[in-house]
């Protein structure tokens, strides 16, 4: 039997791949606290007691009393982001 030729080599493109390509990266997350301090942030972890967060090389755990929640949503809202407040012990919201 003779050997079979060797297709050619082809490209098959993936329509979904072509798409990720475009889009945009998240902005960063921004925290206000209630004494006026902002900062923005691309990796956290919130729960319903701290904001754990990196700001200039500095970890900080920040009690949720100290976050204004109004603002911190509201500038978050300005930017595309639907920022998830924990309600209680058993939810998390993360970002990396």
Known sequence: MPERPIPNAQV???PSAAKAAEIKPIPPTVFVLTN???F?????????????VTVQRQQR????????????????RDRGIDLQIPSDRNEVSVRF
């Open 61 to 76: 755990t920040i009690p949720m009393q100290m976050l204004d929640y109004d603002a911190t949503l509201a500038a978050n």
């Open 12 to 14: 098959i493109e993936i």
């Open 36 to 38: 006026g301090e902002r």
């Open 40 to 52: 923005e942030a691309q990796k956290f972890l919130l729960t319903a007691s701290s904001l754990s």
